[in-house]
């Protein structure tokens, strides 16, 4: 199966801070997403972004498929930006292929 | 108010058991998934249905069940051949056939098995 690769696992940032996700992927994709897992284990979806550059209030993300690779951005953090972020992939069929994610913890 | 429903939402069982866990959805999805997560990481695929009356094994089937009667549900029975059953139990589904087969999550289910 495809392997994905997210970094860093780990992301304090202080409220107001900008950051980025970074997600490697091992082969061509043809649905990629990034969801944002709450503290009560609800996986909400942000972006399906299988190519291109997609914006969402304070949160974009970028693929560039031929490269392998997905960007997440978070500008102007907030506390309840807090949480797990994943990245997840499929090719050809309909099985996503999960990372580990990346904790991102914002202090105010 | 269209989504994706699971029950219960704790549950708690004893080694030996089987249990059943329930997954609806009203959003027209032709195809639906479960997943399993344990602490800290990421989600592997359980069984997927892309029709009623078809899955297939995912990932890690060993274990469990599954069945695809209605298009609106697809139960996950975790038998007691699951050798590490305790985890949180994800149902996501999507549409088949379209340029867009973006997965949608349930809530969860967290099974304990003591």
């Known amino acids: 199966g495809i392997q994905v690769e997210q970094s860093p696992p780990d992301l304090i940032l202080q409220e107001g801070a900008n950051s980025t996700l970074r997600c490697n992927f091992s082969?061509?994709?043809?649905?990629l997403q990034w969801f944002h897992q709450n503290p009560w284990g609800q996986l909400i979806n942000l972006f399906y972004?299988?190519?291109g550059t997609k914006q969402n209030g304070r949160l974009s993300a970028t693929t560039v498929a031929t490269e392998r690779y997905s960007l997440l951005y978070i500008s102007s953090s907030q506390t309840t930006d807090s949480g797990v972020y994943f990245c997840?992939?499929?090719?050809?069929?309909?099985?996503?292929?999960f990372g580990a994610g990346t904790t991102v913890t914002v202090r105010a | 108010d269209g989504g994706i429903t699971q029950s219960p939402k704790y549950l708690f069982r004893k080694e030996g058991q089987n249990v059943t866990l329930s997954c609806e959805q009203n959003?027209?999805?032709?195809?639906m998934y479960w997943y399993r997560q344990d602490p800290g990481q990421g989600l592997r695929l359980i069984y997927y249905s892309q029709i009623v009356n078809d899955f297939q094994k995912g990932d890690i089937a060993e274990g469990y069940s599954v069945s695809r009667e209605k298009k609106e549900s697809f139960p996950l029975t975790v038998t007691s051949a699951q050798k590490n059953p305790t985890a949180f139990y994800l149902c996501?589904?999507?549409?088949?056939?379209?340029?867009?087969?973006?997965?949608?999550f349930g809530p969860g289910t967290r099974l304990t098995v003591t």
């Open positions: 997840a992939v499929s090719s050809n069929d309909y099985k996503l292929s």
């Open positions: 972004i299988p190519s």
């Open positions: 996501a589904s999507s549409l088949t056939g379209a340029s867009i087969n973006e997965q949608y």
């Open positions: 082969d061509s994709v043809n649905n």
């Open positions: 959003l027209n999805h032709d195809a």
